[in-house]
């Protein structure tokens, strides 16, 4: 028998990847979508009381009664920016300090017992204490989620600049390059996968840091959404707020991600295309 036009293998081809590219971007939601199914299911015959696991319907309607009346975004907003403010202000202590700490052998023997033996304190037990010092305010949110920030960006950045070969660093040596040059264009570089990962980490941190504030002391945001849920035992509401936040967080880690690949990807690409 005659075999397939080459026209037909060539049309193929492209098609099969394409699949496959499809399938691949589908794996991470085979798992969700079966335990969708399952408590669907598990609703519509009983096996868990509505009272305690909600049908997907109800939590759909909360969901959108919550975005048609303007109280989602109200919390939302008020929770993004808590993290924002102390995102931000955590991560940029924690690159200062690990920095410190990776350039200089003293300050990491000075700095680092002490760092390792706060940090070991969860974000919790700090709350009374700052509470007595600042209040029940904006401010004790905004320092809790930055330690709980600072954490991770701060002990990765020291790992980063540790991490550069020493190799490179004696050829930089026998080049005649300054002390700055070194750090500039021979620690850094190699530095910034470590940097970006305790910048993920910091979010990961800073953002479930806010939930367990707002659970304790709130009156808005996306923790207070769900304490009011459960001592009005509407589970609908804790589940709708749930699935916010769980959808904001991946959303924001997969930016991170994206600006992670394609930085480190670009800095890694341009020695290649200057040779």
Do not use: C
């Amino acid at each position: 028998m005659p075999g397939p036009a080459p026209e037909d293998t060539a049309t193929s081809a492209p098609a099969s990847a394409v699949w496959h590219r499809l399938g691949r971007w589908a794996e991470p939601l085979w798992l969700p979508l079966v335990l969708l199914a399952l408590w669907a299911l598990g609703a519509a015959q009983g096996w868990i009381s509505a009272q305690v696991l909600p049908p997907p319907e109800f939590v759909v309607d909360t969901l959108r009664d919550l975005a048609t009346s303007g109280d989602l975004w109200l919390h939302v907003s008020a929770s993004l920016q808590r993290v924002l403010v102390g995102f931000v202000a955590g991560s940029l202590i924690g690159l200062a300090l690990g920095t410190a700490m990776g350039l200089s052998r003293s300050v990491e023997a000075y700095v680092l017992p002490t760092f390792n033996a706060l940090v070991q304190i969860p974000v919790l037990a700090w709350l009374p204490f700052v509470l007595l010092l600042v209040g029940i305010g904006e401010p004790l949110k905004y320092i809790l989620i930055a330690k709980a920030a600072m954490v991770p960006v701060a002990l990765n950045t020291l790992q980063g600049f540790r991490q550069a070969p020493a190799g490179l660093r004696e050829v930089g040596e026998v080049y005649g390059y300054t002390r700055r040059q070194q750090v500039l264009e021979i620690v850094l570089p190699t530095a910034v996968p470590t940097l970006f990962t305790g910048i993920r980490l910091g979010f990961t941190k800073a953002w479930l840091s806010l939930v367990v504030v707002e659970l304790v002391a709130s009156s808005e945001g996306l923790g207070y959404l769900i304490v009011y849920g459960r001592q009005l035992f509407q589970l609908d509401l804790v589940m709708a707020a749930v699935i916010v936040v769980g959808a904001i967080g991946f959303a924001i880690d997969r930016a991170l991600d994206f600006t992670e690949r394609r930085f480190v990807g670009g800095r890694a690409a341009t020695p290649q295309g200057a040779a």
